[in-house]
């Protein structure tokens, strides 16, 4: 049963850069064509979707945030991670990791929350 | 991009009660909408694909249906764990979520 899970800095500072990782366990991230994606949700808020790595390796990313983001992938340690830079607290929010594929985001990891704050 | 209107907003039901709740996109998306379930602290779950699909393992009760812009999702008779946050999202590029319906027992 695949399984992900997020890591990262619970606390940003403002102007700085998020940096988050999500863990892929029970398969592997290289195989069956999948793409991998990150969407987050403000507390109290709806879902936005940040963007997806294909499997080729290219990118596509929400275009209200396409010039703070760069979303990567390491496939030797079977994972994937989120780069936001520039942050403000409208960044804070729980942040979820998901596989990508047919249209459907499944399954996520728990989610993390990142808070944006001197 | 592809907006996703969702109503109501909120929704308080009883148990036993049929429950449905639409989305409507801004323009033609054909059957590409899914439908998730989030439950308090929890990570969202699909329950629905490509607008009538039920994913392996939810239960019966849960379905979808419709295309083109209007699309239905229905729980034919409400339980207690059913209570949730539920997001419609369509996947023609890039994918977009609704604003989400809240359901709560009466």
């Known amino acids: 049963q695949l399984q992900l899970q997020e890591s990262g800095s619970g606390l940003v500072k403002p102007s700085q850069t998020l940096s988050l990782t999500c863990a892929v366990s029970?398969?592997?991230?290289?195989?069956?064509?999948?793409?991998w994606s990150w969407i987050r949700q403000p507390p109290g808020k709806g879902l936005e979707w940040i963007g997806y790595?294909?499997?080729?390796?290219?990118?596509y990313y929400n275009p209200s945030l396409k010039s703070r983001v760069t979303i990567s992938v390491d496939r030797s340690k079977n994972q994937f991670s989120l780069k936001l830079s520039s942050v403000t607290a409208a960044d804070t929010a729980v942040y979820y990791c998901?596989?990508?594929?047919?249209?459907?985001?499944?399954?996520w990891g728990q989610g993390t929350l990142v808070t944006v704050s001197s | 991009d592809i907006q996703m209107t969702q109503s109501p907003s909120s929704l308080s039901a009883s148990v036993g009660d049929r429950v449905t709740i639409t989305c409507q996109a801004s323009?033609?998306?054909?059957?590409?909408l899914n439908w998730y379930q989030q439950k308090p602290g929890k990570a969202p779950k699909l329950l629905i694909y490509?607008?009538?699909n039920l994913e392996t393992g939810v239960p019966s009760r849960f379905s979808g249906s419709g295309s083109g812009t209007d699309f239905t999702f229905t729980i034919s008779s409400l339980q207690p764990e059913d209570i949730a946050t539920y997001y419609c999202?369509?996947?023609?590029?890039?994918?977009?979520f609704g604003q989400g319906t809240r359901l709560e027992i009466k």
């Open positions: 998901a596989r990508w594929g047919s249209g459907r985001f499944d399954p």
């Open positions: 029970g398969g592997s991230i290289s195989s069956g064509g999948y793409s």
């Open positions: 790595i294909y499997h080729s390796g290219s990118t």
């Open positions: 323009q033609d998306i054909s059957n590409y």
């Open positions: 490509d607008a009538s």
């Open positions: 999202q369509q996947y023609d590029n890039p994918p977009t």
